[in-house]
């Protein structure tokens, strides 16, 4: 990792005194860390003082910002020296247990089939297919390799074939702020077309080989307006179909999987509006399905010339409700499938015959199947495991007599299934390929913890064979829980060079994910935000009392929203964990909620709340990590974050880091490392993540005092 200016590549350029932002101190044999300089920015809110020290730290163009930058990096590569062989350990560890040569299972969708292809030594996917005949050769799409030469970043996003599969539409980002180029590639000649439009967000959808449409985004990097293109005009001649210009909304475009509609989506985290354009005529207006109600949300899918809509009006766990097509607008919708108080409807899989209900009940997913022929009895895919977890993808075919899912628990590698509707047997297309792990090595436990309000929260976790419940092990604790994300028990072969060490690893499944259903979600969010935090606190707690580990070797881990989750609980009970790691924390709640003007915020005054409201504000001020410092002992703390961040600034957790410096009582390690290239998920490139957690796991461990 190279930063982008001044770059301090001895420790005699590391400070013992003074501060960053005006001069470099002078040199010293002991190794100190960085201190920067504090310009207070003064503020007043709902009658409360705020005194910000560090928000000059947002200045990314200062010069002064980067030389703090770098000298925290410096500063934490230098105290990490000690851990280089491990950390090298570590990352060939996790890279034997990757095939790197290999192949995703083909899907097939309008006469082809599509699959990616990795190759060792390359860092990208390449995007592959063939026509469905017999014999017919192997095409790349997209080598997202090739794109990717010379740039320090590079992603592609939303590529998308045309009906007749001439021509792909793809999106390219090489800032790492999600800021994209849509190209469009013949793929009969292999070269891009001249359509070439910049500065646009996911996604794109075909309407016919010449028709496409398109998103882009206000200064704030929301998705606001969806446009028409005709190949071959120039962008000047494109049209605005539509424009949302509420800040809390967000919009989309996609196809529907029966190809009769293009669909606008235009939703918020409370309220949802979609409009519609018939494939057979996209120059057609479009056309509200069903009006924005306060409160009311809902994802729409069209099947036998009838819209779908699963949506919570009046039913928290979600319904489904049906609509022909000759009566939009009329609001004549029938109930399709009514609401239940134990099952939570997440969204539908439509075929031609049959209809897929994934839905929630128990904390696991369920795949329930609607015979839409015969209306026999509805049935569900049985699983094998206690905790698992099961996702439908590369279904795009929808007159198909088969189900294609891919299924995996913390100890079954990810699994592709094909299932047969009419015969109602699976086949095992292809398990992943993890080289040298034997499932009979490990367990899995699953558990539910008591939280202090009553509420009982689903713990997985998997720990070595053998391992002794004797308090005697380290433990990693990972959660997320915001914005109804749910985390499920996945296999992860990465944490298996924790587990092979001792470790034991519990994944929380916290309120704010939808694990137990929508209410656990709308538990977790707003007014009620802190039951996040208590929920992953008294998991920890539980874990100690009941020796599954010691105060002295529980380790917390989370990222970006999780972040927040991380700031929140050191602040709260610094003294229960060992260490924490926070990726990319969103830990300046107020001042960014404040500022409409930074990515995300305006949308997610419905989800945080909005501090310009004194009683909201009040509350998301009592536990906003970087307000809620205090002068007090903290735990060994390993902070990341990436210059071009578009979802959490890099200020945030360097703001972060420099107060907690300044107040913390202890001698505990205090590290942040700051990826100068890349975005909210840190480096592009396969092999370059793997460095990153290589670097975080020797965190982890030598923060326990392994070091092989």
């Given at each position: 990792?190279?930063?982008?200016?001044?770059?301090?590549?001895?420790?005699?350029?590391?400070?013992?005194?003074?501060?960053?932002?005006?001069?470099?101190?002078?040199?010293?044999?002991?190794?100190?860390?960085?201190?920067?300089?504090?310009?207070?920015?003064?503020?007043?809110?709902?009658?409360?003082?705020?005194?910000?020290?560090?928000?000059?730290?947002?200045?990314?163009?200062?010069?002064?910002?980067?030389?703090?930058?770098?000298?925290?990096?410096?500063?934490?590569?230098?105290?990490?020296?000690?851990?280089?062989?491990?950390?090298?350990?570590?990352?060939?560890?996790?890279?034997?247990?990757?095939?790197?040569?290999?192949?995703?299972?083909?899907?097939?969708?309008?006469?082809?089939?599509?699959?990616?292809?990795?190759?060792?030594?390359?860092?990208?996917?390449?995007?592959?297919?063939?026509?469905?005949?017999?014999?017919?050769?192997?095409?790349?799409?997209?080598?997202?390799?090739?794109?990717?030469?010379?740039?320090?970043?590079?992603?592609?996003?939303?590529?998308?074939?045309?009906?007749?599969?001439?021509?792909?539409?793809?999106?390219?980002?090489?800032?790492?702020?999600?800021?994209?180029?849509?190209?469009?590639?013949?793929?009969?000649?292999?070269?891009?077309?001249?359509?070439?439009?910049?500065?646009?967000?996911?996604?794109?959808?075909?309407?016919?080989?010449?028709?496409?449409?398109?998103?882009?985004?206000?200064?704030?990097?929301?998705?606001?307006?969806?446009?028409?293109?005709?190949?071959?005009?120039?962008?000047?001649?494109?049209?605005?179909?539509?424009?949302?210009?509420?800040?809390?909304?967000?919009?989309?475009?996609?196809?529907?999987?029966?190809?009769?509609?293009?669909?606008?989506?235009?939703?918020?985290?409370?309220?949802?509006?979609?409009?519609?354009?018939?494939?057979?005529?996209?120059?057609?207006?479009?056309?509200?399905?069903?009006?924005?109600?306060?409160?009311?949300e809902y994802q729409l899918d069209h099947i036998n010339g009838a819209f779908l809509m699963t949506t919570?009006?009046?039913?928290?766990?979600?319904?489904?409700?049906?609509?022909?097509?000759?009566?939009?607008?009329?609001?004549?919708?029938?109930?399709?499938?009514?609401?239940?108080?134990?099952?939570?409807?997440?969204?539908?899989?439509?075929?031609?015959?049959?209809?897929?209900?994934?839905?929630?009940?128990?904390?696991?997913?369920?795949?329930?199947?609607?015979?839409?022929?015969?209306?026999?009895?509805?049935?569900?895919?049985?699983?094998?495991?206690?905790?698992?977890?099961?996702?439908?993808?590369?279904?795009?075919?929808?007159?198909?007599?088969?189900?294609?899912?891919?299924?995996?628990?913390?100890?079954?590698?990810?699994?592709?299934?094909?299932?047969?509707?009419?015969?109602?047997?699976?086949?095992?297309?292809?398990?992943?390929?993890?080289?040298?792990?034997?499932?009979?090595?490990?367990?899995?436990?699953?558990?539910?913890?008591?939280?202090?309000?009553?509420?009982?929260?689903?713990?997985?976790?998997?720990?070595?064979?053998?391992?002794?419940?004797?308090?005697?092990?380290?433990?990693?604790?990972?959660?997320?829980?915001?914005?109804?994300?749910?985390?499920?028990?996945?296999?992860?072969?990465?944490?298996?060079?924790?587990?092979?060490?001792?470790?034991?690893?519990?994944?929380?499944?916290?309120?704010?994910?939808?694990?137990?259903?929508?209410?656990?979600?709308?538990?977790?969010?707003?007014?009620?935000?802190?039951?996040?935090?208590?929920?992953?606190?008294?998991?920890?707690?539980?874990?100690?009392?009941?020796?599954?580990?010691?105060?002295?070797?529980?380790?917390?881990?989370?990222?970006?929203?999780?972040?927040?989750?991380?700031?929140?609980?050191?602040?709260?009970?610094?003294?229960?964990?060992?260490?924490?790691?926070?990726?990319?924390?969103?830990?300046?709640?107020?001042?960014?909620?404040?500022?409409?003007?930074?990515?995300?915020?305006?949308?997610?005054?419905?989800?945080?709340?909005?501090?310009?409201?004194?009683?909201?504000?009040?509350?998301?001020?009592?536990?906003?990590?970087?307000?809620?410092?205090?002068?007090?002992?903290?735990?060994?703390?390993?902070?990341?974050?990436?210059?071009?961040?578009?979802?959490?600034?890099?200020?945030?957790?360097?703001?972060?880091?420099?107060?907690?410096?300044?107040?913390?009582?202890?001698?505990?390690?205090?590290?942040?490392?700051?990826?100068?290239?890349?975005?909210?998920?840190?480096?592009?490139?396969?092999?370059?993540?793997?460095?990153?957690?290589?670097?975080?796991?020797?965190?982890?461990?030598?923060?326990?005092?392994?070091?092989?």
């Amino acid at each position: 990792m190279r930063p982008l200016r001044v770059l301090l590549t001895s420790l005699a350029a590391l400070p013992i005194v003074g501060t960053f932002g005006a001069k470099l101190s002078a040199q010293a044999p002991t190794l100190m860390p960085p201190v920067a300089t504090t310009k207070p920015k003064v503020d007043t809110l709902h009658g409360e003082v705020r005194t910000d020290n560090y928000f000059w730290i947002r200045e990314k163009t200062n010069p002064d910002v980067i030389a703090y930058l770098n000298a925290e990096n410096a500063y934490t590569e230098a105290k990490m020296e000690h851990t280089k062989a491990l950390q090298q350990k570590l990352y060939d560890e996790m890279l034997s247990r990757i095939k790197e040569t290999d192949v995703s299972v083909p899907f097939r969708e309008h006469g082809y089939y599509y699959w990616t292809a990795t190759e060792k030594g390359k860092s990208y996917p390449i995007f592959m297919r063939r026509r469905a005949a017999a014999g017919s050769p192997d095409e790349v799409v997209i080598d997202a390799n090739a794109l990717a030469v010379g740039k320090k970043f590079s992603q592609v996003g939303s590529l998308q074939v045309s009906p007749s599969g001439t021509r792909a539409a793809y999106l390219h980002d090489t800032t790492a702020l999600r800021v994209y180029t849509l190209y469009v590639k013949d793929l009969s000649t292999g070269k891009l077309l001249s359509d070439t439009i910049s500065r646009v967000v996911p996604s794109v959808a075909w309407a016919n080989d010449t028709v496409l449409f398109y998103q882009t985004a206000d200064s704030a990097r929301r998705a606001d307006a969806v446009w028409r293109h005709i190949l071959g005009r120039p962008r000047s001649s494109d049209i605005e179909v539509f424009h949302e210009k509420d800040v809390l909304d967000n919009v989309g475009v996609g196809r529907s999987k029966d190809d009769k509609y293009i669909v606008i989506y235009d939703d918020g985290f409370t309220s949802s509006e979609s409009r519609v354009i018939p494939v057979a005529n996209p120059f057609a207006a479009a056309v509200v399905v069903a009006p924005r109600q306060a409160n009311v949300e809902y994802q729409l899918d069209h099947i036998n010339g009838a819209f779908l809509m699963t949506t919570n009006e009046g039913a928290q766990n979600f319904k489904v409700m049906r609509l022909a097509d000759n009566d939009i607008g009329t609001g004549k919708w029938t109930e399709f499938i009514p609401v239940s108080d134990s099952v939570f409807i997440e969204y539908l899989e439509p075929f031609q015959n049959n209809l897929v209900v994934v839905q929630r009940s128990g904390g696991l997913r369920r795949l329930r199947v609607m015979d839409l022929r015969t209306r026999r009895a509805d049935y569900y895919i049985t699983f094998p495991e206690t905790a698992y977890a099961v996702s439908p993808t590369g279904n795009a075919e929808f007159d198909s007599d088969t189900l294609r899912f891919n299924y995996q628990s913390m100890l079954t590698p990810q699994s592709t299934y094909d299932y047969s509707f009419s015969t109602r047997q699976r086949v095992l297309k292809k398990k992943v390929e993890v080289p040298g792990f034997d499932p009979t090595k490990y367990e899995v436990k699953r558990f539910m913890v008591k939280a202090r309000d009553g509420a009982m929260v689903p713990v997985s976790m998997i720990v070595g064979k053998g391992w002794k419940q004797d308090g005697t092990h380290p433990l990693l604790e990972y959660a997320y829980g915001s914005y109804g994300s749910t985390t499920e028990p996945t296999f992860n072969s990465s944490v298996l060079s924790l587990v092979d060490r001792g470790f034991g690893y519990a994944i929380a499944h916290i309120r704010g994910g939808q694990e137990m259903g929508r209410a656990w979600y709308d538990q977790g969010k707003m007014m009620n935000k802190k039951n996040t935090f208590n929920d992953f606190v008294d998991v920890g707690q539980y874990l100690v009392d009941n020796h599954y580990t010691s105060q002295d070797r529980l380790i917390a881990n989370g990222g970006s929203a999780g972040g927040l989750l991380m700031g929140a609980v050191v602040n709260m009970r610094p003294d229960l964990f060992r260490a924490v790691v926070a990726d990319v924390p969103f830990v300046d709640v107020i001042n960014t909620m404040m500022d409409a003007s930074i990515p995300l915020t305006a949308q997610e005054w419905q989800q945080w709340g909005d501090p310009h409201d004194p009683t909201q504000y009040a509350y998301m001020r009592s536990y906003s990590p970087y307000d809620n410092v205090e002068r007090k002992a903290y735990p060994w703390m390993l902070v990341t974050t990436s210059l071009n961040d578009s979802q959490v600034g890099y200020w945030e957790p360097v703001k972060w880091v420099a107060k907690l410096r300044s107040m913390k009582t202890d001698n505990n390690p205090l590290y942040i490392k700051i990826n100068m290239a890349g975005g909210h998920g840190g480096s592009s490139g396969r092999y370059d993540v793997l460095r990153e957690r290589a670097f975080r796991y020797a965190f982890m461990l030598d923060a326990v005092g392994i070091s092989q």
